[in-house]
T-cell receptor, first 111, second 114 residues
């Protein structure tokens, strides 16, 4: 699976949008962009994924650039409960595919 | 109505002992996984089973043996526990091998070897 690059940490004020960037310049045509997060002491939680179109669900929006070399996860109105480590992962589907976690971005939401 | 449940949540044991961690999912998923998160917080996949068949086996010591009696269960047995086995172990499941629809993780088992 292709590697991703994310900032180590970010801060966001509560109620503001949190925009988390991810670079994946070596992504292949059949690889999806996935976002997970891990809140302290909990299991990782799936957030959203996409191939090339922008995606939105009840948790977040995913914006993927046209060349697919980078993406941004947007939490529209961050709350204190969104404080977590956010992982951007590229993954191809298939029997032997495996979700490989990097170091992620530690998002701290503050009052 | 927990989706992926692991037991026990905490496990403290002495070096050399043998222990098991159990995992069950009620999502009807076909694929289950074990991950290990060490003290530096790196999450690494250990094993993956699809319909009771082993499909991913990372470089894990032979002391670790997964067992899948049916596709809803994936247990992890560890022989001759060592200090370095101390970590949080997460079980996960996905609808398909490769997790195209996303993985659902359990809440983890914190193993401490003393």
């Amino acid at each position: 699976d292709a590697k991703t690059t994310q900032p180590t940490s970010m801060d966001c004020a509560e109620g503001r949008a949190a925009n988390l960037p991810c670079n994946h310049s070596t992504i292949s045509g059949n690889e999806y962009v996935y976002w997970y997060r891990q809140i302290h002491s909990q299991g990782p939680q799936y957030i959203i994924h996409g191939l090339k179109n922008n995606e939105t669900n009840e948790m977040a929006s995913l914006i993927i650039t046209e060349d697919r070399k980078s993406s941004t996860l947007i939490l529209p109105h961050a709350t204190l409960r969104d404080t977590a480590v956010y992982y951007c992962i590229v993954l191809s589907t298939g029997t032997a595919s495996k979700l490989t976690f990097g170091t992620g971005t530690r998002l701290q939401v503050t009052l | 109505d927990t989706a992926v449940s692991q037991t026990p949540k905490y496990l403290v044991t002495q070096m050399g002992n043998d222990k098991s961690i159990k995992c069950e999912q009620n999502l009807g998923h076909d694929t289950m996984y074990w991950y290990k998160q060490d003290s530096k917080k790196f999450l690494k996949i250990m094993f993956s089973y699809n319909n009771k068949e082993l499909i991913i086996n990372e470089t894990v010591p032979n002391r670790f043996s997964p067992k899948s009696p049916d596709k809803a269960h994936l247990n992890l047995h560890i022989n001759s526990l060592e200090l370095g086995d101390s970590a949080v172990y997460f079980c996960a499941s996905s609808q398909e091998a490769g997790g195209a629809g996303g993985y659902t993780f359990g809440s983890g088992t914190r193993l401490t070897v003393v």
